[in-house]
């Protein structure tokens, strides 16, 4: 049997290279559907409670979704301790106050200036 021939140092580091951005993709994909089912199970839950309208479902699951797998676990775990400490308050006093439900604008300007 003849033994493959060696790689040159670079050819080796370049298959290297192309081993890890495969890895980096499969885990970035990954992170995309465990955010998908985040968001979607909370935002259900939510619009179920009457804190987000129908667009602000839609409004969620595209900012949770993006957040969680662009950003990571801690972005992620940010983002919904942010929405449901919110949503809790918003309906800490709701028999005072009329029941202000979420839309997609809102989410977005939640999420892009927080209090």
């Given at each position: 049997?003849?033994?493959?021939?060696?790689?040159?140092?670079?050819?080796?580091?370049?298959?290297?290279?192309?081993?890890?951005?495969?890895?980096?993709?499969?885990?970035?994909?990954?992170?995309?559907?465990?955010?998908?089912?985040?968001?979607?199970?909370?935002?259900?839950?939510?619009?179920?409670?009457?804190?987000?309208?129908?667009?602000?479902?839609?409004?969620?699951?595209?900012?949770?979704?993006?957040?969680?797998?662009?950003?990571?676990?801690?972005?992620?775990l940010?983002?919904?301790?942010?929405?449901?400490?919110?949503?809790?308050?918003?309906?800490f006093?709701?028999?005072?106050?009329?029941?202000?439900?979420?839309?997609?604008?809102?989410?977005?300007?939640?999420?892009?200036?927080?209090?």
């Amino acid at each position: 049997m003849s033994k493959p021939p060696e790689l040159a140092p670079h050819q080796e580091i370049l298959e290297e290279l192309s081993r890890l951005r495969a890895d980096r993709t499969r885990w970035i994909i990954i992170r995309i559907v465990c955010g998908l089912f985040l968001s979607s199970s909370i935002g259900l839950l939510a619009y179920r409670r009457q804190s987000l309208s129908r667009s602000g479902l839609a409004g969620a699951i595209t900012t949770g979704t993006t957040t969680f797998g662009l950003g990571g676990l801690s972005w992620g775990l940010s983002l919904i301790f942010f929405f449901v400490s919110s949503s809790f308050f918003s309906h800490f006093r709701e028999k005072d106050e009329e029941l202000f439900r979420w839309d997609w604008f809102s989410n977005f300007c939640r999420a892009a200036y927080p209090p």
